[in-house]
């Protein structure tokens, strides 16, 4: 399995970006599908999940500003982020989880987002 991010960039404070990540190299559903934020010096962090047919997590630094949502036919997630802030930079991953006879874990290569005070 792949995952293809895109839709990163440099924005100004109070703007939005939408972030879109493909998943391919499978027909099966991912269970789940979500994106991880990394800065430097620091470990990755959740922004967003989203299960199957179940819950969406937000981080609470991102809560009422950004919407996670996916296509499930298409096993694509999208992540809309709005009034974004200077402590939103950072590198994002996305991030799907896949049960056939156990979970399995993949990851997408990141996409820069850089918020400019």
């Known amino acids: 399995v792949q995952l293809q991010a895109s839709g990163g960039g440099l924005v100004q404070a109070g703007g939005s970006l939408r972030l879109s990540c493909v998943a391919s190299?499978?027909?099966?559903?991912?269970?789940?599908m979500g994106w991880y934020r990394q800065v430097p010096g620091k470990q990755r962090e959740l922004v967003a999940r989203i299960t199957s047919g179940g819950p969406i997590t937000y981080a609470d630094s991102v809560k009422g500003r950004s919407t996670i949502s996916r296509d499930g036919s298409k096993n694509t997630v999208y992540l809309q982020m709005n009034s974004l802030q200077p402590e939103d930079t950072g590198v994002y991953f996305c991030y799907g989880r896949m049960f056939i006879s156990d979970f399995s874990d993949f990851w997408g290569r990141g996409t820069q987002v850089t918020v400019s005070a």
């Open positions: 190299g499978t027909s099966l559903s991912l269970l789940v």
